[in-house]
C-alpha cells in the first residue's frame, strides 16, 4: 500500500520570502516540534507544532546583514544561523533571539552541518571542498576536505554521518565523496554520473 503525506498545517511566515533553510527538533517533552526558520529577507522564525497540529511562534528576528543559508539547533538550547554571502555565523538563544557570539569565517558558505556532540561544523567553501571549523573556535579551519576546483561555483550539500566520523559531500562533476573526518583523507568516491551537479545529500 502506496502511503501518502497528508498537510496538517499551513502558515504563511513573514512577507512571504523565499525559505533559504530550516531544522527541527523535538522538545525536551517529546510531545511538541520546535522548527526553526530563515528566509531571504534576512528573518529568523522560531516556531513550535504542538500535539494539535497548531504552529505558534516563539520569536522572529530579522538580521542586520546576514541571509541565513543553514540553521542548526544545538544541545545549549542556542540556534546556530549560517550566512549565504559573507562567510558570517551567528549563535542565538533558541528562546529569544538574543545573539550569543558572531564569528567570521575563512571561506564563503554555501551549505553548512552541525555536530554538537564534538563542537563542530562544515561548511560547502564554494572553491576546492569543505572546510571544517570549531563551534566555539576563532573563525580558523581545522580541516580541509578537497574535491577539486569547480567548473561551476554552485552550493552543494555536505553532511556528517556515523556519530560524526565521516563527512559526507556533493561536487559539480558527478561523485559523492566520503571523508574520514579525523584525518580528511577521502575514503570512498561514490559515482552518480559523469557530469553533472551532485548538490542534495540526505
Known amino acids: 500500500q502506496q502511503e501518502k503525506f497528508q498537510e496538517i498545517c499551513a502558515r504563511r511566515l513573514g512577507s512571504g520570502f523565499e525559505i533559504t533553510c530550516l531544522s527541527w ?82 571561506s564563503v558558505i554555501g551549505h553548512a552541518a552541525v555536530y554538537s556532540k564534538q563542537g563542530i561544523f562544515i561548511v560547502d567553501n564554494a572553491t576546492d571542498g569543505f572546510t571544517l571549523y570549531r563551534l566555539e573556535g576563532d573563525g580558523e579551519p581545522v580541516r580541509m576536505f578537497a574535491t577539486g576546483l569547480p567548473s561551476m561555483s554552485v552550493p552543494k550539500q555536505v553532511v556528517f554521518r556515523e556519530e560524526g566520523k565521516v563527512v559526507v559531500g556533493g561536487s559539480d562533476h558527478g561523485l559523492v565523496y566520503i571523508f574520514d573526518q579525523k584525518t580528511g583523507q577521502t575514503l570512498e568516491t561514490l559515482h552518480h554520473a559523469d557530469t553533472g551537479l551532485v548538490q542534495t545529500i540526505s
Request: proline residues 1%.
Open 25 to 106: 527538533r523535538l522538545t525536551s517533552s517529546e510531545s511538541n516540534l520546535r522548527i526553526v526558520v530563515g528566509t531571504r529577507d534576512k528573518m529568523v522564525q522560531v516556531l513550535t507544532l504542538n500535539t494539535s497540529s497548531q504552529l505558534q511562534s516563539i520569536f522572529a528576528v530579522r538580521l542586520e546583514n546576514m541571509v541565513p543559508k543553514s540553521v542548526a539547533f544545538a544541545d545549549n538550547r542556542s540556534i546556530y544561523v549560517f550566512g549565504l554571502y559573507d562567510g558570517n555565523f551567528m549563535k542565538l538563544k533558541d528562546e529569544d533571539s538574543d545573539v550569543v557570539q558572531e564569528i567570521s569565517c575563512k
